[in-house]
């Protein structure tokens, strides 16, 4: 390889892979749990193992890893929940605390914010 090309690195892999990304998404479900505006929402979870298996999947997927997505689109998900902009703003802030806590990168947060306003559309006031 000579100094003009470059190697670009897979959001999945600058996250750790399914164990970093395994890692990040039990930090964001302990910090939804903790957090005033949304927690109520995560404490009436009937199966809160199974949620976090789903966000597992979901991320891994979505960052370019080989794991599936077994679960519902995200609009189906949420369909009725009615979430508001202020949800999910808290929801966001905890995924970026968990990031930071795991020694992710800013650029790669960044990264992660933006695809996280491009779903925004898919999960508020459904």
Do not use: W
């Not at 910090?31 to 298996?53: M, Y």
């Not at 890893?65 to 508001?84: F, Q």
């Not at 020694?103 to 999960?123: C, F, M, S």
């Amino acid at each position: 390889m000579d100094a003009s090309e470059t190697v670009t690195v897979s959001l999945y892999e600058r996250l750790g892979r399914q164990e970093g990304i395994t890692r990040i998404v039990h930090d964001v479900m302990d910090a939804h749990l903790n957090n005033p505006v949304i927690a109520p929402r995560f404490q009436a979870a009937t199966d809160l193992d199974h949620a976090k298996e789903m966000a597992v999947q979901f991320f891994c997927a979505g960052c370019g890893g080989p794991e599936c997505y077994t679960g519902r689109d995200l609009v189906v998900a949420h369909r009725g929940m009615n979430i508001s902009e202020q949800e999910y703003m808290a929801a966001m802030d905890d995924i970026l605390g968990a990031l930071e806590k795991n020694g992710v990168d800013p650029g790669t947060r960044g990264e992660v914010t933006a695809v996280l306003y491009a779903l925004k559309g898919q999960v508020i006031r459904l």
